[in-house]
């Protein structure tokens, strides 16, 4: 079946640093690509997604591109700030019902 | 424009015990989707309604029901507690097979 594998973490940076989450993937298809973003006690919050390959999906300073021939979607973003300090998501769609497939969560935490 | 509700926040219960968990879709959306996310992991997909109808199911069993109402709002019933159920549940509403919107979640303890 379909999954999602993330970097494990936590990962623990400076303010202003540089981010990078590995993503890869296995999947039937062409799946949808998605980062999703979790703060203390919500519940998730797309940040972006890419529908196809070599597509680049951004949001607030974040960066992913779907690389079909690596299968992989890494979020990356080039300064960090402490309100980004959160748990990410990498997630696919697929399926009859287009049900979500998440990885298993990387915590970031931002240090000032 | 409301957004995704769930209740309740949180929740204690016992093993053997039954739970309803309720969701309330945002305006407009006709599909709720459930979501288990056990501490320190991924949401996995448990099913999904469509229109008051089951529309795909993941690897959960059969103590695991739900319903969808005709104003689309949803309820996920889980039968036989167990200690392993104990998790966020997570409810996600869309348009057809749009981008899903999610709830805060309910926080189910199983002791």
């Known amino acids: 079946g379909d999954s999602v594998t993330q970097m494990e973490g936590p990962v623990t940076l400076s303010e202003e640093a540089f981010l990078t989450i590995n993503c890869t993937y296995t999947?039937?298809?062409?799946?949808?690509l998605f980062w999703y973003v979790q703060y203390p006690g919500e519940g998730l919050q797309l940040l972006l997604k890419?529908?196809?390959?070599?597509d680049k999906g951004s949001n607030k300073g974040f960066e992913a591109t779907y690389r079909k021939e690596t299968t992989s979607f890494h979020l990356e973003k080039g300064s960090v700030q402490v309100s980004d300090s959160a748990v990410y998501f990498c997630?696919?769609?697929?399926?009859?019902?287009?049900?979500?497939?998440f990885g298993s969560g990387t915590q970031l935490t931002v240090l000032p | 424009e409301t957004g995704v509700t769930q209740s309740p926040t949180h929740l204690i219960k016992t093993r053997g015990q039954q739970v309803t968990l309720r969701c309330s879709s945002q305006?407009?959306?006709?599909?709720v989707s459930w979501y288990q996310q056990a501490l320190g992991q991924g949401p996995q997909f448990i099913f999904q309604?469509?229109?008051?109808?089951?529309?795909g199911r993941g690897n959960f069993p059969p103590r695991f029901s739900g319903l969808q109402f005709p104003n689309y709002s949803s309820e996920l019933n889980v039968n036989a507690l167990e200690l392993d159920d104990s998790a966020l549940y997570l409810c996600?509403?869309?348009?057809?097979?749009?981008?899903?919107?999610f709830g805060p979640g309910t926080r189910l303890t199983v002791l």
């Open positions: 996600a509403s869309s348009l057809e097979v749009g981008e899903q919107f």
């Open positions: 999947a039937t298809g062409y799946p949808s």
């Open positions: 890419a529908t196809k390959a070599d």
């Open positions: 997630a696919l769609i697929s399926g009859s019902a287009r049900q979500l497939t």
């Open positions: 305006s407009g959306h006709n599909t």
């Open positions: 309604y469509y229109r008051e109808e089951e529309n």
